[in-house]
């Protein structure tokens, strides 16, 4: 094949993606409103299930080699390959979700289908981005279409102040991150993954142009994570962004993260580990603490999760701080179980919110064993895994990170990270209380479709199997990914 068709080639998950976009773009323009949500669903399903199988028939075609196209700007490696089919389940997941929420809400419309593929799309280009400008293509692809989905609502002023916090620090940090870049460019002479890592590693390394782009870099992604003191944003855009949406950054978006941090700091940056390691200590030490302590003291069940969320990035930067593969593996590893775990969550908060009522406070879940013990029973299982108790998946995604950081000397970091850890566990544990042993201030019926009902079912059934079977599962596929690509 010629170098143009084998661009092509590796490249082609996303022109699917994008031509399916095009697609679902003019069904939309003219078809008639009657059934439109429902067929909008089934072809946004139909297109991620295409996408996702060309990933994997592509990622068993190429095995264990990393092959690059367009001017080595584009990557396709296996960490890409299990990070794309992870986040296309999610988007998945969340639309299957969101239906009945949506619809009942006059928000399941064409514009809300194709901001979120526009959103896939550029999360699948931040995870197979070699290059700093590909890199940002792929955030502000995902970036310009969050904010305009946080924003959905335009009846809810809520919603509208959210959406216009998001915009205005998110444009702050992709400033940052940009100059960032540039420095490291002004440093290497480069934007190319691997020249700057060969630049840094062979004969750059110490240079405080490097050194001074790379702090900008790491404020620009922390800000992206929602870690500390970068976390100002994560508490009201998760309660005033439509619950779908919250769910979206909660989940797949984080996955997201992951891969264009590991392209940045593992890929690019490797050598200058002893720079941002210390850097990541930091944030991730603020994140633990600020997260789980003012967690707290939330009475908003959206709230609290977003304090949550900024905990849990914390345990994510520790995987990566290792600097080691088994490190990265186990940050892997851990955003996966988390997404899962976030699906699962909000899911239920769709599940439970009606015409003309949201159930984002703690009280609405009080009894709610009473209600629906199936339905109590899938938010136990959120909540324990949250928690990192044994055998959800959510325990094993926290081993593999403290042993990973135990294995390279942050003996102290490990203690600290399990005594936040205890403390966490008082706000999850806290819902399953007023789930089983408070009445209930709510009597109304729970009314879900048989496909939503269906789906959070494997979802939890997933989280109690992968934490039966971590290693022998998605922990060793993790491994293995990591080990390929870098």
């Excluded at 870049?181 to 590693?201: F, H, N, P, Q, R």
């Excluded at 940045?264 to 200590?281: E, H, P, T």
């Excluded at 707290?296 to 609290?304: F, G, S, Y």
Aim: contains cysteine; neutral net charge.
């Amino acid at each position: 094949m010629t170098f143009p068709e084998v661009n092509m080639m590796l490249a082609l998950p996303e022109l699917v993606l994008l031509g399916g976009i095009f697609v679902v773009m003019i069904y939309d323009l003219f078809s008639a409103k009657q059934d439109r949500a429902t067929n909008l669903l089934l072809m946004t399903i139909v297109l991620l299930f295409i996408v996702a199988g060309l990933v994997g028939a592509q990622a068993w075609v190429l095995g264990d080699l990393a092959r690059f196209a367009f001017a080595n700007m584009f990557v396709a490696d296996q960490m890409a390959a299990v990070l794309k089919v992870s986040l296309l389940i999610s988007v998945g997941v969340l639309m299957v979700y969101s239906r009945d929420y949506l619809v009942i809400r006059k928000l399941f419309t064409g514009e809300f289908v194709l901001l979120m593929l526009f959103a896939t799309l550029g999360m699948m280009v931040m995870v197979s981005a070699n290059h700093f400008v590909l890199l940002y293509l792929g955030l502000e692809i995902l970036a310009l279409s969050t904010y305009t989905m946080v924003a959905l609502n335009r009846d809810s002023a809520v919603s509208t102040e959210a959406a216009m916090k998001y915009f205005i620090l998110g444009a702050l940090a992709s400033g940052l991150l940009l100059y960032g870049m540039s420095m490291i460019y002004g440093g290497t002479g480069s934007l190319d993954v691997a020249t700057i890592a060969k630049t840094i590693e062979f004969s750059r390394a110490n240079d405080p142009l490097i050194t001074f782009g790379l702090v900008f870099v790491v404020a620009g992604l922390a800000f992206k994570l929602g870690a500390v003191p970068f976390h100002m944003w994560v508490p009201d855009v998760y309660e005033g962004a439509p619950t779908p949406i919250t769910l979206f950054i909660a989940s797949a978006s984080k996955i997201a993260a992951f891969g264009f941090m590991i392209r940045i700091l593992a890929d690019a940056l490797g050598g200058g580990s002893s720079d941002w390691q210390g850097m990541l200590v930091i944030l991730a030490v603020a994140s633990l603490a600020v997260g789980n302590i003012i967690a707290i003291a939330q009475t908003n069940l959206k709230r609290m999760l977003a304090y949550s969320t900024i905990s849990h990035m914390g345990f994510l930067l520790l995987g990566i701080l290792a600097g080691t593969n088994s490190g990265y593996a186990a940050s892997m590893f851990y955003i996966i179980s988390y997404a899962l775990m976030s699906l699962g969550a909000f899911g239920i908060i769709m599940l439970l919110s009606r015409e003309g009522f949201e159930a984002e406070n703690l009280d609405d879940l009080k009894g709610l064993n009473e209600r629906s013990p199936w339905v109590a029973f899938l938010m136990l299982v959120m909540m324990f895994s949250m928690a990192g108790i044994p055998p959800f998946v959510g325990f094993f995604a926290k081993l593999s990170v403290l042993e990973a950081v135990l294995n390279v000397g942050y003996t102290w970091l490990v203690v600290y990270a399990v005594l936040m850890s205890v403390i966490g566990a008082f706000y999850y544990l806290r819902v399953v209380k007023l789930m089983y042993f408070d009445a209930p201030l709510d009597n109304s019926p729970i009314v879900a479709g048989q496909a939503m009902r269906a789906v959070l079912g494997v979802n939890a059934f997933t989280v109690l199997l992968l934490g039966l079977l971590p290693g022998a599962g998605l922990m060793g596929l993790c491994l293995s990914a990591i080990q390929r690509s870098l």
